[in-house]
């Protein structure tokens, strides 16, 4: 009963399929219509409804797809074996793109690859694209696409699931694998062969995935050696490598070294019966952890090379004599050995107009010479709201100086850095490198790449950031005298403020900036910039206002109000801590064209220039802080308004209280100006010698001394020393212990006694005035 079964659902499926085969994606309800050719019986048991129909072809899923819209298709057996489970199907066999939201282990076709991320095309079971990265090809063995050995036009295998709408590829893979066709342990793909029939008369046309070692290294070729007993050759142009940084190179010996493992892909030559039977297309440099490449190595075989006949054997000393011809020139061939024209497609026609032997390193220009990254993966930290820097390479190591006029967010141009991008914000570059080590970006984006010349083609703008961002100041000549130079025959002012190195200075500038009037003159103006972090205000004369293309000469008050909306073109010099503007042109309405502005270079050294006046005057204010300094090394001293005499005796006390004496000191004080001396001693004190070892008698002053007496004998004080103050000299004591101050008396051989004035918190007398409540005698 159950066989009698089976070969009624063996036709009824049969049956099906006659009619669904060539009405790929009919709907159930048709099918249903057209069943009713069949037996009343037949048709009870399987299509006596669309709802029956449905269930009985889900028994049959390998041979029939119902999509969610209940359209039916036919699976073909033809590209079963590629499929894992469901096998795969003619174009006419897929069901609505509309429908599927996943895909696995589809095979696709690579036809745009970058450096951290590429594009799939997929024919079936859906015509679609489909967007990967870096990290899920071969499990993120790779750190680039462009070094694992993967080219447009490989096959592979991928998984991926439903992407955003609005981008380029309908999918997003989560895994991507190299189709086995493309593994070096099987045979070239059909598409790559050439030739026909079998055996020893087989001519392979094409290699893919081949592993050599590097024979010959020049400027602008190479030679790879491969096969058995590494006899086979193939040469490259310097355009058939990619970096290990992920751009094509114009010197290869900046990135390749004989002996290197690489991996490569070629075709044969035009002209086989050379020494170079093959010319390769792709060359890359294998990774280290490339298990394909660690199994190879000279006189090793890997069953996939490509055998040459005895014959051709035969003539390898006459191949190899004539290639030792080519490699005594010192400068690049000129032409291929094999005939190719473009063996050196920048020295086809100067053959004539080179003297000497020059290398081709000095017939590239200096352009040419330049490292280049294309595609690059980093990290982008803003410095100003201009620049910043992108970290990239192992453990970020590299930098990259990037300007705000080359990044864009989203294909849009970027306005300020500090303000639009986040610190460690990952990015995708272009970059040139300058100087060891240093590069320069000449174009930044997050997000999808703009349309934007190639990095090779980047030349001006290479330029033109190089004379804005990195101007640099010129350094000053050796020999020359110092701007502090010999003042007054001092020779102690040569030490003042050591020589350092001139400082760099930096110039930004500002293109088609918006401004807001704040203040207007009658020839002058001043506008607010707030597109950059901090609003700057930038000042402009009536010469540089330029009204509908043509300059204005009358008032600016005519014509500006304040909030009125201006476009400025203006540069920033920074050198240390110091900042400069200068604006040339200001408009409004249509730009004028022609206009005469200032030149970074001459910006620069008018910064220079004025970096100098500045340290002009940084000298004499070293010289004035040097004698500030020297006059207060003994912190005694007060300054006066006359020059202190040379036999000045400074006096400070001992004792640990703050509390301050103040005491007036003649040196060499005249006859008539000693009455002050006189009044200030003490009674029971005496100008003798005996006096030194002896302490003053403070006893005198009865504990209730009036007032009033105290305040008259301050005036006194303060008159005499007023009158005094050309020549006298005011020194602070600490008398906290009540010491006595000594001095020399204008008298040989005698010694001047001055008892202190105790004070809580006594003022200088520097001007001989004194508050008389706050003078007390001790």
Known sequence: MSKRRGSSNNAAVKFLKKRVQPNQGISLQELTDQLARLPPRMRTQYGSSAESLKQFLSQFPKVFVISKRGNV??????????????????????????????LTDVRGKVYRIFSVYGF?????????????????????????LRTSGLQ???????????????????????????????????????SLRGGNGGGKGKAVAHLVNQYGL?????????????????????????????????????????????????????????????????EATTVSLCRSDDRSCSGESDGQQSGNEVFMSDE???????????????????????????????????????????????????????????RKLAGERGFL???????????????????????????????????NLLWEVADGQEVCFDAVQAEDNKWIATLVWIGQRPAKPPVG?????????????????????????????????????????????????????????????????????????????????VDFTSECFYKDGTVFSGDLNEVLREGDLVFLDYMVGVKGKKEQTVCDLVWQGRKPSGVRKTSPEEFGNRLQIDSQDAENLLCFEDLETARAEEASRDTSRVPLDTELPEDTVLSRGTGASSSVSVTGLLAGMPAETSTLSNRMRSPGTRNEPSARESTPDLSFLPAGVDDEVLRRLARMAAAEIVAQRESLRVVLCDVGAQTIDEGPSSKPGSTLFVPAFVDVSTQTLSTGEIISKELFIS
Not at 73 to 101: F, I, K, L, M, Q
Not at 120 to 144: G, L, W
Not at 389 to 397: A, C, E, N, W, Y
Not at 489 to 497: A, H, I, P, W, Y
Request: hydrophobic share 30%.
């Open 73 to 102: 298709y036919v699976r073909a057996r033809s590209r079963r074996a590629t499929s894992t489970h469901n096998g795969t199907t003619t174009s006419h066999s897929c069901p609505e793109e509309d429908d599927v939201t996943c």
């Open 120 to 144: 799939i095309s997929v024919k079936y079971p859906i015509t679609t694209s489909v967007y990967f990265d870096v990290k899920v090809f071969e499990n993120a063995q790779h750190r680039s």
């Open 152 to 190: 447009v036009g490989d096959c592979v295998i991928l998984d991926a699931k439903l992407g955003p709408k609005e981008c380029e590829a309908r999918f997003r893979a989560s895994r991507v694998t190299r189709a086995p066709t493309a593994t070096p342990s099987s045979s070239p793909c059909p």
């Open 214 to 278: 590097m024979e010959k290294v020049k400027p602008n070729y190479g030679s790879i050696k491969f096969g058995p007993n590494q006899k086979e050759r193939a040469f490259f142009h310097a355009d058939a490598v990619d970096e290990s940084l992920g751009t094509s190179v114009k010197n290869l010996q900046d990135v390749l070294t004989v002996g290197d493992k690489v991996r490569f892909n070629a075709k044969r030559t035009k002209k086989p019966s050379g020494k170079f039977k093959w």
């Open 312 to 370: 051709e054997y035969d003539i390898q000393d006459l191949l190899q004599a004539k290639l030792d011809e080519y490699e005594s020139r010192e400068e690049d061939l000129k032409e291929s050995p094999l005939g190719c024209a473009d063996w050196d497609a920048g020295s086809g026609e100067e053959d004539s107009s080179v003297q000497g032997n020059r290398s081709a390193r000095d017939i590239l220009s200096e352009w040419e010479r330049r």
């Open 381 to 415: 930290y803003p410095v100003t709201e201009a620049v910043g820097t992108v970290k990239f390479g192992p453990g970020r190591g590299l930098t990259a100086s990037a300007a705000v006029h080359v990044t864009y967010l989203e294909m849009e141009l970027v306005d």
């Open 457 to 537: 083609d980047s030349e001006d703008i290479f330029n033109r950031i190089t004379n804005k961002i990195f101007v640099r100041a010129k350094s000053v000549s050796k020999g020359e005298p110092g701007p502090c130079g010999d003042f007054n025959g001092e020779e102690t002012l040569q030490n003042v403020g050591p020589g350092s190195p001139p400082a760099q200075f930096s110039i930004s500038i500002y293109e088609d900036a918006k401004g807001i009037i704040v203040q207007t003159r009658e020839g002058t103006a001043t506008c607010e910039v707030r597109e950059i972090a901090a609003p700057r205000k």
